[in-house]
């Protein structure tokens, strides 16, 4: 079975909402090589619209400019980009499809099927519903130290807990901490009784 990982760059308040508006200064050569671990490596790459049509609007042009940038550019034109979208979808960067039939039998039937790592980036409600569904593997959030007060938050409303174990935390000189979450199958239990132990005298 495929692997399927989200990379998602977030404020301390949760905000993921136009990240390229704020998370630039503290982009370094350790964020750089933490992008590239997560996506630059996936020969598909699972997209919603709305960051597919960011996507293909800059990057077969930083491609074709041969940028410092431009070896991104071809990694990520190269990959199958397949878009979670119900409207038309403009294919004329390469390798692009649209994802046929509803979301979670499709990527399930795409989690079994032959190949290396699905990455995501972005799409926010994507996310979420696969997520929801247990289909995520990986939850790459770089979290900046940054407040943005206002804006759309990964997590915004839920109708249960959704437990996840921590399989990795890497701060970078910046301030900015790499923290990579997987599902939790077994969270942990416990009461206010159970905490009390661990309570020093008063």
């Known amino acids: 079975m ?3 990982t989200a990379g998602l760059f977030i404020s301390v308040d949760g905000v993921v909402e136009d990240p390229q508006d704020w998370h630039f200064p503290y982009f370094n050569d350790e ?6 671990s997560q996506i630059g490596s996936a020969d598909t790459l699972l997209l919603g619209r709305t960051t597919f049509d960011g996507f293909a609007a ?5 491609e074709l400019a041969g940028g410092p940038d431009a070896g991104m550019a071809k990694s990520l034109g190269d990959a199958r980009k397949i878009v979670v979208t119900t409207r038309d979808l403009d294919t004329t960067w390469r390798n692009s499809e649209r994802l ?3 979301l979670v039998p499709a990527v399930t039937a795409l989690k079994d099927s032959a190949g290396g790592t699905i990455a995501m980036s972005g799409s926010v409600s994507v996310v979420r519903q696969l997520l929801t569904a247990g289909l995520l593997d990986e939850l790459h959030l770089l979290v900046h130290p940054v407040v943005r007060y206002k804006g759309l938050r990964l997590f915004e409303h839920g109708d249960a807990p959704l437990p996840l174990t921590l399989r990795s935390s890497t701060a970078f000189e910046t301030g900015v901490v790499h923290l990579v979450y997987g599902p939790d199958t077994a969270p942990p239990a416990g009461t206010y009784e159970d905490a009390k132990q661990f309570l020093g005298d008063e």
């Open 100 to 102: 046929v039939g509803d």
């Open 31 to 36: 964020m750089a090589r933490a992008v590239d």
């Open 58 to 62: 800059a990057w077969p042009d930083r």
């Open 2 to 4: 495929r692997t399927i």
